[in-house]
């Protein structure tokens, strides 16, 4: 999480003088933001083609079924659940990438 500094009374940081300006930091948290955008994007990107193990959740006959993997990358299925994967672990395939390029697509192996 990226956030522009702002002072907080009591601390040191509030009595500093020449203080950055709000629009610097504004810019400058926006900057951060989008760095760390196109870093994940990138870290998806390379998960492409992998089988994970996912963590299944949501209701079954949901669409789209969702799930994460062990370090909280977020999958979504080419399927609904069945009503006996809800709460399962199960081997996907990453596909893609999904959700606008936020997470993961992927295809239930067997």
Same mark, same amino acid.
């Given at each position: ?7 907080r ?8 003088s ?11 948290a926006a900057?951060?933001q989008? +760095?760390? #955008? &196109?870093?994940? $994007? ?6 492409v083609?992998r *089988?994970?193990? @996912?963590l /299944?959740?949501g ?5 789209p079924a ?9 999958? +979504?299925? #080419? &399927?609904?659940? $069945?009503?006996?994967e ?5 081997? *996907?395939?990453? @596909?893609? /990438? ?11 192996c067997?």
């Open positions: 999480h990226v956030f522009p500094f702002s002072p009374d009591g601390t040191r940081a509030a009595t500093l020449d203080p950055v300006p709000i629009a610097v930091r504004r810019r400058r900057e951060m989008a +760095l760390g #955008d &196109r870093l994940r $994007r990138a870290h998806l990107e390379a998960q083609g *089988v994970a193990s @996912v /299944l959740e209701e079954a006959d949901a669409s969702a799930g994460y993997t062990p370090d909280y990358l977020r999958v +979504l299925l #080419d &399927r609904p659940l $069945r009503d006996d809800v709460g399962a672990i199960r081997d *996907v395939r990453l @596909v893609g /990438l999904a959700g606008e390029g936020t997470a993961l697509a992927g295809r239930a067997g």
